[in-house]
């Protein structure tokens, strides 16, 4: 509803009362959209506005009233500090003389460069070491390339970059496993280290084993990377081998062979090593061995190993290795996973395709081959009855029993012995004729002289060339020469023994294992006869196999093996020697390991 | 030749505030010390107060001078790659001179270097520019001979990536990026 409304202001008069100033009455009139004006009024309240307000009046001196003030003072914040000092009796001096050139150096503008960015290599602490104080001594360092260019160590050749990481893994940790994949210079790197840890002196009495006839290449080694360091080789008979371990000398060197000899020896002596390096580690991957029980019972407050196979056929290798490094620290029932996590901060492992970045890449490409027809009559035929065979051997089945089969079974896969068809034949051949049109060269390895000499006449067209234990050593240079050079000569036929080390076929793209080995070690050594460095370009690597037969048995073995390797270390690195077991060899079979079974790898036999 | 080089630096976290250290060279470039302070940070007041003299106040005057109050062997010359130290010129005897950081040196981290707003002005010697307050009266030829002491190898900006992964250890928290 809607209505409008009209306010009137009474004065007293008009009421007949007297008002003071707020003597106000009023009254609205309302009037409805009907037309019906009403007419409302105050009531209730109106006595409180007629009373006086009593008002009292006050003065204030502003003149002479100051304002308060509240001081904020800043003076010195209240800071906290922690410090470090570096005695320099014991920090990493290497040595505190200044590099002589700097003296006789004239003082040029442009020199020294003090702004180069060239590559540095810090030391990190390793992560067992708790104290700040300790952590921050080793961070506080210069990097490793300052450090050893301001001492008086001289190198006869410039390390590589990762090698400087290696010594910097090395130098700071009492547990380590330097495992770079063979070649890579753990021997350098290990030098240096003991050479750091011997200036600094945080190290004087150093004991390295390693295998007998390695030696006199650490000998040699030492004399080459650390010349000032007096090395003493423990050798001779009791008498003098006792006066040596009694001596004191920075360097020691001693084999496994005559720490085992030497035992009641060791014990018997008061000596503490500073610190222990096992050269190839591997060999104490046995629990139980002699080798390492007494590795792991010299006194030492150090301890290293270095190995390119800290896992050969199973976790527990690894974890056995860590017993002579940190007692307790692995143990066999870890999962892989924590085994890994656990084992990060003691092993650094690195392989040429990581570090030799220059390379171009290798591509493996697997084949999975279908018998032929005939190829898998012969197979399962020789299979079945080579088995029975060796069931009935019984307790005088030996390891060589099922060598024989698996060799027997491994030339089946690449020719049919009645009727010599090969798929594997079949395959190659098709793939030549792409690389001989794109005017490639290729190289076919076989662990077999007979397979090569069988691939050769239908492959003649493609020109190839033969290199393998029946090519007189006086001939293999001319053919490596002609191979290169002549542009009709598309392939060449290799066996592995004779072709897989020393040779520079860096101008092959391609590679064809027809067979394969035993051992990805052997394989790897002769893919990297065409990939190497000085490669021209990728390298594709083909390895052939037969499918649901022995090949793919072995094969998925050893890519398990490899797979361990790799989830352990994360790296596309392969386990060398990492052959198969005496145990996988039978199981290739199904058939038990004999109780009188020697333990011995085929890799390692190989 | 030098007997010890100074290298301060103070570095900021959002969270935490600021970090200082400072490490004491020889002409080697072999660590004699390293100091460092717990973080700090400025009050409200003084952020109001302070305005853009701020980080001048808390890096050069206060944590420049605690850091040098604590060495045994105070250094013949200072370098700091954080524009605000150079505010310990005006409470300290020690020379100090700032060495711009290389950025594409810097690791990523979750610390940042404090800006200042001061105007300098360049000091080169030799190859190697640096800058001073505008009223600090240093010698080039003092600079050129302390400098001249060091070793070939010695990299002047190197040691701040040390001093900086040595703050990050002392500070965990402040190791996240």
Redesign the interface.
């Known amino acids: 509803m809607f209505f409008t409304r009209k306010a009137a202001k009474h004065s007293g008069e008009e009421d007949g009362h007297q008002f003071g100033w707020a003597d106000i009455a009023f009254h609205e009139d309302m009037k409805w959209q009907s037309g019906l004006t009403v007419q409302t009024h105050a009531t209730g309240w109106q006595g409180q506005l007629s009373r006086c307000i009593p008002i009292e009046s006050k003065s204030w001196d502003i003149q002479n009233n100051a304002p308060a003030v509240v001081p904020i003072r800043f003076g010195s914040m209240p800071l906290r500090t922690m410090s470090v000092f570096f005695d320099p009796a014991s920090q990493v001096p290497l040595g505190n003389k200044q590099d002589p050139g700097d003296k006789q150096r004239p003082k040029t503008k442009s020199q020294p460069d003090r702004k180069s960015g060239q590559r540095r290599t810090r030391i990190k602490p390793p992560s067992d070491i708790v104290k700040l104080e300790d952590r921050l001594y080793y961070l506080l360092q210069p990097p490793l390339e300052n450090l050893l260019a301001s001492a008086e160590l001289r190198f006869p050749f410039q390390p590589f970059p990762y090698q400087f990481e290696g010594i910097a893994f090395l130098f700071p940790r009492e547990s380590a496993i330097l495992a770079d994949e063979m070649g890579l210079g753990k021997t350098m790197q290990a030098i240096t280290a003991i050479r750091m840890l011997l200036l600094s002196q945080q190290a004087r009495n150093i004991l390295l084993v390693c295998p007998k006839p390695l030696v006199t290449n650490w000998q040699r080694e030492f004399q080459l990377w650390a010349p000032e360091i007096p090395v003493t080789v423990v050798e001779g008979d009791a008498t003098r081998r006792n006066f040596i371990w009694q001596q004191n000398a920075p360097v020691r060197i001693a084999n496994y062979e005559l720490l085992m000899r030497d035992r009641e020896m060791l014990e018997d002596s008061a000596l503490h090593f500073d610190l222990v390096v096992l050269d190839e580690a591997q060999r104490i991957k046995n629990r139980n061995s002699t080798t390492a029980e007494i590795a792991r019972s010299l006194p030492r407050s150090r301890s290293w190993a270095l190995t390119g196979t800290p896992i050969e056929n199973s976790v527990e290798d690894l974890v056995n290795i860590f017993e002579f490094l940190a007692p307790g620290h692995l143990r066999s029932e870890m999962n892989i996973r924590t085994i890994s996590k656990e084992s990060r901060d003691h092993i650094l492992r690195r392989t040429k395709d990581q570090v030799l970045t220059e390379m171009p890449p290798k591509m493996f490409r697997d084949e999975q081959l279908e018998l032929t027809l005939g190829q898998r009559d012969r197979y399962r035929a020789a299979e079945d009855e080579g088995i029975v065979q060796l069931e009935d051997l019984g307790e005088t089945l030996t390891i060589q029993h099922v060598f024989e089969l698996v060799l027997r079974l491994k030339q089946i896969c690449n020719f049919d012995p009645v009727s010599g068809a090969s798929c594997k034949l079949e395959r190659l051949e098709a793939d030549l004729e792409e690389i001989a049109a794109s005017r490639k060269k290729a190289i076919v390895f076989s662990q077999w002289v007979g397979t090569l000499q069988r691939l050769a006449e239908p492959l003649a067209r493609f020109g190839p060339l033969q290199y393998h234990g029946q090519i007189p050593s006086a001939r293999r240079d001319a053919v490596i020469q002609q191979f290169k050079e002549d542009p009709s000569k598309h392939l060449i036929l290799m066996s592995y023994g004779a072709g897989s080390v020393g040779l520079n076929l860096q101008f092959c793209e391609y590679v064809f294992l027809f067979d394969r080995w035993w051992n990805p070690a052997v394989e790897d050594q002769a893919v990297n006869r065409a990939h190497r460095i000085g490669a021209a370009g990728p390298v594709t690597v083909t390895r052939m196999m037969t499918a649901d037969t022995i090949e793919q048995r072995i094969h998925e073995v050893l890519e398990e093996k490899r797979e361990l390797f790799n989830q352990l270390f994360a790296t596309a690195g392969t386990p060398r020697h990492a052959g198969l077991s005496q145990d996988e060899i039978f199981g290739l079979f199904n058939l038990a390991t004999p109780r009188n079974g020697k333990s011995k790898s085929k890799g390692q036999a190989a | 030749?030098a007997d010890s080089l100074g290298f301060l630096s103070v570095r900021q976290h959002a969270e935490h505030g600021y970090f200082g250290g400072f490490?004491i060279?020889?002409?080697?470039?072999?660590?004699?010390?390293?100091?460092?302070?717990?973080p700090?940070k400025?009050s409200r007041?003084?952020v109001l107060?302070?305005g853009a003299t701020l980080n001048d106040?808390?890096c050069g005057e206060?944590?420049g001078q605690?850091?040098l109050k604590?060495s045994?062997q105070p250094p013949d010359l200072i370098l700091t790659d954080c524009p605000p130290v150079l505010a310990l010129n005006h409470v300290s005897d020690v020379t100090t001179l700032l060495l711009r950081e290389?950025s594409a040196?810097q690791p990523t981290t979750s610390l940042t270097t404090p800006t200042s707003a001061t105007p300098t002005r360049k000091v080169r010697v030799?190859?190697?520019d640096f800058e001073s307050p505008l009223d600090l009266d240093c010698s080039t030829e003092v600079i050129t001979t302390i400098?001249?002491g060091?070793?070939?190898?010695?990299?002047?900006?190197?040691p701040f990536q040390?001093i900086v992964?040595?703050l990050m250890?002392?500070h965990p928290i402040v190791r996240a990026a």
Request: net charge negative.
């Open positions: 030749m490490l060279l020889n002409a080697m470039a072999r660590p004699l010390e390293f100091h460092c302070t717990l700090i400025p007041a003084q107060l302070y106040f808390v206060q944590i605690a850091l604590k045994k290389d040196r030799g190859d190697q400098l001249d060091l070793a070939s190898h010695f990299e002047l900006q190197e040390r992964e040595a250890e002392a």
